[in-house]
T-cell receptor
Framework: SAVISQKPSRDICQRGTSLTIQCQVDSQVTMMFWYRQQPGQSLTLIAT?????????ESGFVIDKFPISRPNLTFSTLTVSNMSPEDSSIYLCSVEGRGMNTEAFFGQGTRLTVV | TQLLEQSPQFLSIQEGENLTVYCNSSSVFSSLQWYRQEPGEGPVLLVTVVTGGEVKKLKRLTFQFGDARKDSSLHITAAQPGDTGLYLC????????????FGTGTRLQVFP
């Protein structure tokens, strides 16, 4: 397993501004994943963050809106840019386990409200 | 397109009742996991099933992977208020793939 710390845990932001969410892992991991979870919904993968290369974005998500940094093997940030109320969501950082079955471990999430 | 459909979407029951949550797909998965998420927290892994027909038990929770590895079920016996949460199934389509596909989710509320 892995211990994942995310911050902030919650924030209320004005539309048009940007918020950077930080994710710190207690061990080195190859890949980190960023998910969005809209109220009452399941998880949607935003992007996969690899150290030393650009993040890989899923369909419907673009780098200009959700820039990601991965400066080392234990840390990543996700920025939600030029926010609108539709960006209100929980954002979750995740890493994979060391087994072969792609088990995921999650941070506690960042609850973002855009007003 | 949601590849993993869960049913029911919502479930509200009294303490002591039994329940089953289903996770269905038309695709084959190499492994499938179940997670529980409580408010203000990230999902927490409950179990992984990898073999068709496999049954795993975790105290009052019984997990089954379908013979064709396209579906799974979670059965809770004598539910307790502490079982309340969002239950998510998630699958990976090939071994060593890094992406998980999450189900639509089942929100369970157990009243004392």
């Amino acid at each position: 397993s892995a211990v994942i710390s995310q911050k902030p845990s919650r924030d209320i932001c004005q539309r048009g501004t940007s918020l950077t969410i930080q994710c710190q892992v207690d061990s080195q991991v190859t890949m980190m994943f960023w998910y969005r979870q809209q109220p009452g919904q399941s998880l949607t993968l935003i992007a996969t963050a690899n150290q030393g290369s650009e993040a890989t974005y899923e369909s419907g998500f673009v780098i200009d809106k959700f820039p990601i940094s991965r400066p080392n093997l234990t840390f990543s940030t996700l920025t939600v840019s030029n926010m609108s109320p539709e960006d209100s969501s929980i954002y979750l950082c995740s890493v994979e386990g060391r087994g072969m079955n792609t088990e995921a471990f999650f941070g506690q999430g960042t609850r973002l409200t855009v007003v | 397109t949601q590849l993993l459909e869960q049913s029911p979407q919502f479930l509200s029951i009294q303490e002591g009742e039994n329940l089953t949550v289903y996770c269905n797909s038309s695709s084959v998965f190499s492994s499938l996991q179940w997670y529980r998420q409580e408010p203000g927290e990230g999902p927490v892994l409950l179990v992984t099933v990898v073999t068709g027909g496999e049954v795993k038990k975790l105290k009052r929770l019984t997990f089954q992977f379908g013979d064709a590895r396209k579906d799974s079920s979670l059965h809770i016996t004598a539910a307790q208020p502490g079982d309340t949460g969002l239950y998510l199934c998630a699958g990976s389509k090939t071994y060593n793939t890094d992406k998980l596909i999450f189900g639509t989710g089942t929100r369970l509320q157990v009243f004392p």
